[in-house]
């Protein structure tokens, strides 16, 4: 059973850090594609960031752009969130998911869009995602 757990969330300063993970079960994360997602209330849930497993590639948002270093650790099973010099504007749920039928990649947030899409359509049986980890910024 393919299940993703984030972890690490938490209340922080403006301007503070945190790392956020993303481990897996059932899978070898590396072999796919991983987006991480934040939703805050009221708004839509939007992708940040994704990782591209095989080829390690690495697309950020402007939004996070130069402050969020995604990255993975094989031995682990896990990829992380590095969250640096965070705003209020950053508060929100924070959730990672992968589409193990490979139909997008990374290249562009190309997966991001994918997985989103699907998502505000009820998903498929070939999406996972986390239950979400809150990350709270503020004084």
């Known amino acids: 059973q393919v299940q993703l757990v984030e972890s690490g969330g938490g209340l922080v300063q403006p301007g503070g850090s945190l790392r956020l993970s993303c481990t897996a079960s059932?899978?070898?994360?590396?072999?796919?594609?991983v987006g991480w997602f934040r939703q805050a209330p009221g708004k839509e849930r939007e992708g940040i960031s994704c990782?591209?497993?095989?080829?390690?590639?690495?697309y950020y948002v402007d939004s996070v752009k130069g402050r969020f270093t995604i990255s993975g650790d094989r031995a682990e099973n896990t990829v992380y969130l590095q969250m640096n010099n965070v705003r209020p504007e950053d508060t929100a749920v924070y959730y990672c998911?992968?589409?193990?039928?490979?139909?997008?990649?990374?290249?562009?947030?190309?997966?991001?869009?994918?997985?989103?899409?699907?998502?505000?359509?009820?998903?498929?049986?070939?999406?996972?995602w986390g239950q979400g980890t809150q990350v709270t910024v503020s004084t």
């Open positions: 998911a992968t589409d193990v039928a490979l139909r997008a990649p990374c290249r562009d947030g190309e997966v991001l869009t994918d997985l989103s899409r699907r998502i505000r359509n009820g998903g498929d049986n070939y999406d996972y």
């Open positions: 059932g899978l070898t994360l590396d072999q796919y594609q």
């Open positions: 990782f591209g497993g095989t080829d390690r590639y690495t």
